[in-house]
């Protein structure tokens, strides 16, 4: 069993015995992975801190090729999220990166793309947190396979220019006016809230134009209904969000 080295992000621990626990980690090497740290649970543990929730560390650890657990066998604290101390929104939105990272994600599965706007979002969560966060679930349907259909209706495929629209997550993405009929899930989508969607999802900059809070607050519901549509449960996080 060669050791392997990753950078990862701490998602998840249990207790496994009175002395170990098990951890969920995101990794940019690897993708999402489980391991057995022995002795994790000691007041003297060789891995110290670098277990915490959300704390982003440098880690060795060998792969089992049973598919059992993998072992942890080094683990070093890289980064803490010092905003997520003092902003209790922010703590809200770390532990739902974590927990939509946690349970719908692959093992095994590298996205290195989503693992730096897993970080990106966790360094900037103390300003606008509400965007920052649409920012990364956007980025994370769109790695998963899952990005709204935005420029064209998701029924027939006509593009639409923003007008009558509205969105609905059983169709995957925004309806033009046409295709609304007899789709009781939809909910309107205003053209601004439609605009909003475009620059979150776009590269660049665009996205933190200053919508207002009836925008802000239209975007955290839509998409909160869209994961939980996608997931077939809601988050356990989601209804601690601000918008």
């Not at 994790?40 to 929730?53: N, Q, T």
Request: glycine share 6%; hydrophobic share 40%; with cysteine.
């Amino acid at each position: 069993m060669p050791a392997e080295k990753a950078t990862a992000l701490v998602l998840r621990t249990t207790d496994y015995s009175e002395t170990s626990k098990i951890a969920t980690l995101w990794t940019r090497e690897f993708g999402k992975v489980r391991v057995l740290a022995k002795g994790g649970r000691r007041l003297k543990s060789r891995f110290e801190s670098a277990l915490d929730l959300l704390t982003l560390c440098s880690i060795v650890l060998l792969r089992k090729s049973s598919g059992g657990l993998d072992l942890l066998t080094e683990a070093q604290v890289v980064k803490r999220f010092s905003q997520l101390r003092t902003n209790l929104q922010a703590l809200y939105a770390g532990y739902y990166i974590a927990e939509l990272l946690a349970d719908w994600t692959e093992e095994y599965d590298p996205h290195p793309i989503l693992f730096d706007e897993a970080l990106a979002t966790l360094e900037s969560l103390g300003q606008n947190p509400g965007l920052r966060l649409a920012r990364f679930e956007l980025v994370l349907l769109r790695e998963l396979g899952y990005s709204p259909s935005l420029e064209v209706c998701a029924a027939c495929q006509t593009a639409v220019n923003g007008q009558n629209l509205a969105f609905s997550a059983a169709a995957g993405g925004v309806l033009c006016r046409a295709c609304q009929v007899g789709r009781r899930e939809r909910r309107p989508l205003p053209a601004e809230v439609w605009q909003a969607l475009r620059a979150l999802s776009a590269s660049g900059e665009a996205w933190q134009h200053a919508w207002s809070p009836a925008v802000r607050a239209d975007i955290r519901q839509l998409l909160g209904q869209y994961v939980t549509y996608l997931m077939g449960r809601q988050p356990r996080l989601l209804p601690y969000l601000g918008s």
